[in-house]
Each structure stands twice: as C-alpha cells, then as structure tokens.
C-alpha cells in the first residue's frame, strides 16, 4: 500500500485568489468574510481527498524577508493589502488552528521557502508531497516525489505537465524566473523577454542562465524572435538576470521548529470553531458542528440565528487630540494599579530617534493614543508636546506606579533623551516597570518563539496585529511613524499598549506555575532593563583618529596580503570571488575539495579556509589572513567613527536580553561582544576605546568562571580543591592529566589541559581535542580518560545532566533559567548529540550569563547610592568596563571587585581581575 502524501498549503497564495476571485460576503455587522469562507472550504475538500495524510497549512509571516535586504524595490509595486483582507488573517489562522490543521508563519522568509523546506525535506524521506497552490514559482520543486494541486482550478501539475505549461524543465523554472522576471514581485528579469523568449532561451542552451551567459555566441542562431538583439540585450543586464534568480529561488533549508512528524491533522476544536462561526456568521457550518459535537457528547451553545448579533470583543481604542480627554486619560493612568505604555517614534535608534507620540491601556481593549508631532500636511492640531510630557513625568517617573512595557528599554531611553522645554537635560527617567513582555515570554522559554510582539501576540492571543509596514509602506518610501495620518497610526499605536497589557496577563500566568522562573524575570531580568539603559545612554568614548590610522594600515596589509596571494597563484585574480577562488585552488594549484555547496561547487568558505591552511598550503593561510584584516577594516576601524553619535560625540551600543537562549546579553550598532582579541590587529580597535581627560577606565573580569561553575555544579573535589586554594587550575589539571608534579608541569602541558578542561565543557570530542592539541586521536582520547578517572565528578554530572535533559525536556541554571531542548530525544543521532553537548554546557554559560547580569544590578545599585564620579560603559561577556574619575580609582576597584565576588555564592570563590588604564586594551 502506497504512503499517503504530506500536504502542503500555500496559505497565502489561496488568501489572496479566495479574495479577489470570490463575490465579497459580510456579516450583519460589516465584517468580510468571503475569503475565509473560500480557503477553509479548500481546505475540507482537501481533507476528504487525503484523509490519512499528515498536513501544514502555510502563511507568509509578518515583516520583511532576506529578499527585501537583497533587493529593496522587492514586491515593493504591489499595493498594500486592502484592508477587507486585512481584517480576516486573524480569523482565517484561528480557523485552521481550530479546524486541526498544523499552521506555520515563519518570519525572514517566505511561505513558499517553508513549503519548499518541508516539500524537500519528505521527498529525500522517500515520502510523496502534494503542494496545493495557484503559485507558478513553486512549479521549481516539482519532482518525481513532489506534485502541484490547484484545489481552486482542480488541475495537477507533475514533471510532465512543468514542461507542457512553462516549455522547460523544473529544474529550469528559476532561470526562467530570472528571465522574465515577476511584475507581481517586482523581480525586474531582462527587460523585454517574456515567457517564449525565455523557455526558447533555456531550450537552446540545454541549460540555465549560467550555461546561457557562457554561450551567448549561439542565441542569435536559435529560432527565437529578435535572436539578433538578444545578447547585447542580456549582457546588458546580466547582473539584474542573476539577481532575480537569487530573488526567485526558494529556500529549501529553512530551520523549522517541526519536523516531518509533527505535521498530523488532529481533532478540530468544536468549542472554538462554535465561536469562530457564531463571530463569521457561518450559519451552516456552525449547525454541522453542532451536529458532530452532540453526537460526542460535548455541551454546545444554541444554534446561529438569523442576524443575531456577532460575538466579538468591542476595540475601545481612542486617538486624543484635546486636554479634557487627556485629563480622563491621566486621572485613569494616576488610579490604575498597573498600565501599558509604548512610545512611537521617526526610527529605531534609541540615542537619536525623536518621540512622535505615547500610548497607553489601562484595561484589555481599551486604549489611547497621544500623538504629539505628526508633522504632514492636513494633520489635526495636536496637544503640546511640552505640556504633555510635563503632565506625565510625575507618573512616569512613580516607582508606585507600575507599568508594562514590550523592550520597554527603547521607551525608557526615548523619554530619557527627550528634551522637555529643549532642555537636553531635562527629560522622563521612567520608574515603575514591572513587566516587560519581550522578558516573560524570553524567560518562559528562550527557543519557542521570537519575542517581538508581532510573533507573541500571533502565539498567545492567536491576534494578527497590524505591522508598521501595513501603514508606513516598505523599502526607500517608507514613511516615519510622524508622516502617518492619525487614522492610521492612532489605532495602531493604542493596539501596541492594549496587546502588551493582554500579553502580560497571558504570560505572567504561565509563568506563575514556576516559581524560579518568576524569581529570574524579577530578580535578575526586570532589575536589568534600567541598568542597561543607563549603560546605553552612557555610551563609550572612541578615537576616531586612531581607528583612522588603524584602517589606513590595515589596508596597507591587506594589498600586501593580495599581491602574496597573487604570488602564489601566479596571477592576478579577485580575493573576494568564490568562483574565482575556487578555479585557483582547485583546479590550477589542485587543493582537496572538503565541502561542496548546495549547488555543488567546490566551497571556499571561511571553515574550509582554515581546514586547508592548517593542512599547510599558504594561500588559504593567506587568504585567512586577509579576510581577517578586512572583516575588521570594514566592520571596526571604518564603521566606528560613522556610529559617533553628533550629539553625545560617543558611540552607543544596544544590548539585548532576550536573544542568547543560554540567557548571555548580545550588542548590535556595533557589536562590540565579537571585537577579536586574540590578534594584535583586534587588540589595537580595542585601543580606540578611551577614557576622557581626568578619568580612566577600569575593566572588571570574571577569572574562569565557566570551570567554577562547573565545579560547583558537579561537586568534584579535585575542582574544588584547586580553585579553594587559589591553585593555577590548567596547572592542576595537566598535573593529574599528565601524571606530573605541579611545579614540573611545561607551558605546553598547562596550554593541553586548557584545552581539555575547556573543551569539555563545550562537548568537544577526542577528535576535536586531538586536532586543537596537535595528538592523535589516540591519545587524544587517552588524555580524556585520565582527565575523567581523576575528576569523576565531572563524568558523573555530565551522565547526570544528560539523563535529566532527556526525561525533562530541559536543563537548569542555579537561579532556575531553563532552557528547552527540542531535540534532546531526536531519533537523528547528530540532532541528539548537539542537544546533549548544549544540555552539558548551557546551565554553566547560563550561570555565568546570571551571574554577571546580577553583578551588574548590584554594582549599578552601588553606583547610584555612592554618587561617585564613575560610570558603566560596557559589558563584554563576562568583563564589566567603567569610566572613572582618576582620583577614584583605588576605591571603585576595591568595591567593584567586592561587588561582582559576591553576586552569588558557590561552592568555590568567585575571582575578579581588575585591571586600569587609559584605553580598553591597557585596562583589560
């Protein structure tokens, strides 16, 4: 008996034909309802064609897609959605859901990418796929396991019938795309080519567009109108050809949250289907339901009359344009025992955007909106800002009076800079957050979502909200949120207050049924946000003459690097092309393939640059070299000066709490956590960071704190014994290891077991450790044994933490953090494997990573107590950098020290290195 097919919906795509192919329908109460009605009866018809098949119903995502950072112009002529369509999303995905059907939304990409994932992924697993669309792109994943069904048109479209309707093959389909270009996505092809002039192309060259580009010679031959003109025509635009076939290609590597087995049908869910179709006014489909559910014994509410009146939750969101309604809102706001509020704003650079207008909810559902500097033409008079702010602050600045915010840190920075009276000193220094949804949801479960509100508000309140995109457009004529008419950004700005408050009631709830994750949102989280911001604010002072001089040397090194690599090669070529590069060492100097790419070329990707040049051939060592130097020319000594902030003269990174899953902050606008610091060449950009006249900087870092964890953790008396004596543990380590006396232990001997001793705690393998340590795998594998019959702690606590993630489905911190592991069970042995080695590792880098956030609370605690002259710039890792005024020195030293040992208590002391100097790299 044949398997039954996986069914694939392209959601979106039947969406949009439903809308604009069927007659319009609404309820008694104005609400659209044509579309839904179409798709979902797609898809029971789809459900009684397979019944035994498992299924995913597909929807594109909110938000833009690694298409439109390729391409900006892309989709960018479509017009936006109209607001009918708008309006059923949210009930057409509760409808799928409550129906049974497996729904996916998978932001960055595509509802075609994730079809083509899971399409590819069942067709590799032997497993027929019938993907169910009216979308011509997808006729690229036709193959003989996979086959296209349009339920709307009733027709099937296998290998055959690609090549009767298009005239090419499958596997041509993205060429000729690429050719022709899409005018519904804005893919621009070649101008004036068309669908025969392409497939007569393809035809012709019995290839893609990279066999065409290499042959044109023989297009004027081929038996295509206006053969003659075609080369010059393609050559013209070779590069846009080749854009678009990036542009049309779909990505059939996604990482997903599912898998294969996880895409089964279940029972639909009567309850809700009852409510969706007493809301849609589905009259028949609720009696049919009502039938099912009887004869399941399953109590139910009375029949849909005719006309009764719909089941909804009224939106009481209000724009406020006058001081009454401002008055009712701040006596609501001064009596509310907890409030949401957002702030809208021109950008998303907290030290520079401008505030726009507020929010606020008080209650679900009801929420107001304070535009204060809409500035396009025709905009109603608004309130004064300054008056405004001023009536506020005292609220906003109540520690009594508690507040919810969504990265209430952005909001808390905008306040702060925003210049009541254009005083720049005089803005809102909010206190009183309580609650921040982006950090419930991050501390509930770190992998199971991203945490913008768009994505849980869809999770949690099964609510699409309306995107800034929908109002503001997309690509270089977006519009700034002050450019937007108040009928579109006042329901748009109250809806962000009004589902942060109802995400807070959702997630605090499940968050209560754990207690120790409630204790690291209010002890560790929450008391962060504040901290953070200040650090933002603060902001590091840079040398933009150093870096200047840096970048001119770094380039000087990188032409004496390329022509060292033309030497080599023994002709000129372009370092920064991969066909290029892999012509040169592959086939001119004949350098062992060790990857291929998806395509099948031979890789030359950083990884297999440094297999190669550990292997000894000098031109990956280097190319190693050059593309070292230029990630930090381009990335540090070119792009710090033009971060400056004008108006600090600093430059202000953004950190980020809810990104790690092991609970480590992250910074971005520059990233200064990846600066290398193991080069001479990465060290100096560390230079750059200063202390003004008058002050030094002073760098605090945890010593080992990862392998003190681990000691506490896995209780291991030789551990223990080295860190309570203040013992060189890598000595101590290569002592045991290598069966020597301490003091007789070689530098090499202590650099081995540094090795050992960290590589244990990141998973690495005796293959791994061998290749790190220049052994065999032997003895490599040797070197582990000892290492675990002398600290059968380890071993034991690793057995143990291995045994405990697969029975619970997560590990721990010592404060409670939990991280899930999905694929701690895999039945695929490299999935299981990674997720052991991260369950051995991740409560040690997640203790760490609480650890150093309580540090920081309490040294910012202390800070602000003290009033000295000393200030947090930077946290890298597990190192705290401040700024201090040079005759404080000695004093802030001695309590930060104090400070960080003592932000939690181990079984071994926590050591603190503290170092001082007039630049970063000097004081670290």
Known sequence: MSQAPLVLVDGSSYLYRAFHALPPLTTSKGLPTGAVKGVLNMLKSLRKQYPDSPFAVVFDAKGGTFRDEMYAEYKANRPSMPDDMRLQIEPLHQSVIALGFPLLCVEGVEADDVIGTLARSSAAADRPVVISTGDKDMAQLVDGH?????????????????????????????DYLALMGDSSDNIPGVPGIGPK???????????????????????????IRGAKTLPAKLQEHKDMAFLSYQLATIKIDVPLDVGLDDLHLIEPDREKLLELYTLLEFKSWFEEVQRDAKRTGLEVAAPVAENAPVVSTELKYETILDQARFDVWLKKLGEAKLFAFDTETTGIDAQQAQLVGLSFAVQPYEAAYIPLTHSYMGVPEQLDRDTVLRALKPILEDPSKLKVGQHAKFDMNILANCAIGGDQNCGITVQGIAYDTMLESYVLDSTATRHDMDSLAQKYLGHTTVSF????????????????????????????????????????????AIPSLVSVLTDIEMPLVPVLARIERQGALVDAKLLGVQSVELGEKMVELEREAFAIASEEFNLGSPKQL?????????????NKTAKGQASTAEAVLAELAEQDFPLPKVLMQYRSMSKLKSTYTDRLPEQINPRTGRIHTSYHQAVAATGRLSSSDPNLQNIPIRTAEGRRIRQAFVAPKGYKLLAADYSQIELRIMAHLAK????????????DVHKATAAEVFGVELGAVTTDQRRSAKAINFGLIYGMSAFGLAKQIGVDRKQSQAYIDRYFARYPGVLAYMERTRAQAAEQGYVETIFGRRLYLPDINAKNPALRKGAERTAINAPMQGTAADIIKKAMVAVDNWLTASGLDAKVILQVHDELVLEVREDLVDQVRDEIRQHMSHAATLDVPLLVEVGVGDNWDEAH
């Open 146 to 174: 996979i086959t296209l069904v349009n339920t709307m048109t009733g027709s099937a479209m296998d290998v055959e019938g690609v090549k009767e309707k298009f005239g090419v093959a499958p596997e041509q389909i993205i």
């Open 197 to 223: 002039t392409a497939s007569g192309l393809l035809v012709g060259v019995n290839g893609g567009l990279k066999e065409l580009y290499e042959n044109l010679d023989i297009v004027p031959s081929l038996p």
């Open 469 to 512: 995109q929908d109002i503001a457009g997309k690509g270089a004529k977006q519009l700034t949120f002050d450019q937007i008419s108040l009928e579109q950004a006042g329901p748009y700005a109250a809806e962000d207050a009004d589902v942060t408050l109802r995400l807070h009631q959702t997630l605090f709830e499940k968050l209560q």
């Open 582 to 594: 892999g012509a040169i060492l592959y086939e001119k100097l004949g350098h062992p393939v060790l």
């Open 716 to 727: 291991d008396e030789g551990l223990l014994h080295a860190f309570r004596n203040d013992l």
